[in-house]
Each structure stands twice: as structure tokens, then as C-alpha cells.
């Protein structure tokens, strides 16, 4: 009967220790879970800062470009006034060519 009661003890000691480490692995993953939420908590901090940092980086530089097309757009519709201006004279000359030219061969036909 020996070997039962000895069998037992075995039994017994085996359950106990696997009874200390389970609570050592769980002691350990509570801390590596720990761990990790402390880490994702840190990645979403920096990450916000991260974005916040490029909204505003974006934003300015988004109005210097919005200044720069101002300027461009003034510009071009200073050209396009002058040039306006340019062709209306062109084309009123062209139209006084025109009508002296129609009196002249009006005059020629009359003759």
C-alpha cells in the first residue's frame, strides 16, 4: 500500500506546485497586459500629437498656398485687363481699316 499513499503525495505535490505557477503565469500576464495597454496608451497619445502636429503644419501651409494663388490669380487678371485693353484698341483700328477700305471701294464702284 505503500506505493498508493506515496503515489498520492506525488499527486498532491504536483497539483500544488502547478497551482504556484499558474498564479506566477498570471501574476506574469497581468503584467505583460499591463504593459501592453501602458505601451497602446502611449501609441495613441503620440499619435493624436502626431496628427494634431500635422493638421496645423497642413493648415498653414495651406494658407500660404491659398495667398500665393491670390497673388497669381491677381496677377493674371491684371494681364488679362491689360491685354483686354490692348485688343479692343487693336480691334477698334482694325475696324476704322476696315471702313475706310469699304469707302474707298464704294468710291471706286461710284466711279
Do not use: P, Y
Amino acid at each position: 500500500m505503500g506505493n498508493i499513499s506515496s503515489g498520492m503525495e506525488t499527486i498532491c505535490e504536483d497539483i500544488a506546485n502547478s497551482h504556484a505557477e499558474r498564479n506566477k503565469s498570471l501574476k506574469d500576464l497581468q503584467k505583460d497586459v499591463k504593459s501592453l495597454r501602458d505601451d497602446a496608451r502611449k501609441f495613441v497619445a503620440d499619435s493624436r500629437k502626431l496628427h494634431q502636429e500635422m493638421a496645423k503644419n497642413l493648415e498653414e501651409s495651406l494658407s500660404l498656398g491659398r495667398q500665393d494663388l491670390t497673388k497669381a490669380v491677381d496677377s493674371l487678371k491684371k494681364d488679362f485687363h491689360k491685354s483686354q485693353k490692348e485688343v479692343r484698341a487693336d480691334l477698334a483700328e482694325a475696324s476704322k481699316s476696315w471702313k475706310e477700305m469699304s469707302k474707298n471701294l464704294s468710291a471706286k464702284k461710284a466711279k
